[in-house]
Nanobody
Framework: QLQLVESGGGLVQPGGSLRLSCAAS????????IGWFRQAPGKEREAVSC????????NYADSVKGRFTIARDNAKNTVYLQMNHLKLEDTAVYYC??????????????????WGHGTQVTVSS
């Protein structure tokens, strides 16, 4: 069974950090671009970041540039989202998604093939 499982969410104070993980089971992540998305209560889902299948290309939403870093370890079949300097408005459920592609680029507007169930990130004082 093909699955993506997010972990690493939690409660953090403004200015704090979290590292989210997206682990794949049932398939190898190399050959897939990975995107991170988030959805806050009452809001539409928005793209956060993506990374190409061979790590050479990344993309970030303007709201997280300079604070979030996406990285992947294909040997561990895992993609990470390091989130620093967290703000109240970063509170959301964070999802990772995978899209099979041979291109070494990524775009968050792509249609992604597999999605995880999400992990809650709450930034609060």
């Amino acid at each position: 069974q093909l699955q993506l499982v997010e972990s690493g969410g939690g409660l953090v104070q403004p200015g704090g950090s979290l590292r989210l993980s997206c682990a794949a089971s049932g398939f190898a992540l190399d050959g897939y671009a990975i995107g991170w998305f988030r959805q806050a209560p009452g809001k539409e889902r928005e793209a956060v970041s993506c990374i190409s299948s061979r790590s050479g290309y990344t993309n970030y939403a303007d709201s997280v540039k300079g604070r979030f870093t996406i990285a992947r370890d294909n040997a561990k079949n895992t993609v990470y989202l390091q989130m620093n300097h967290l703000k109240l408005e970063d509170t959301a459920v964070y999802y990772c998604a995978a899209r099979r592609t041979s291109a070494n680029v990524c775009y968050t507007y792509w249609k992604y093939d597999y999605w995880g169930h999400g992990t809650q990130v709450t930034v609060s004082s």
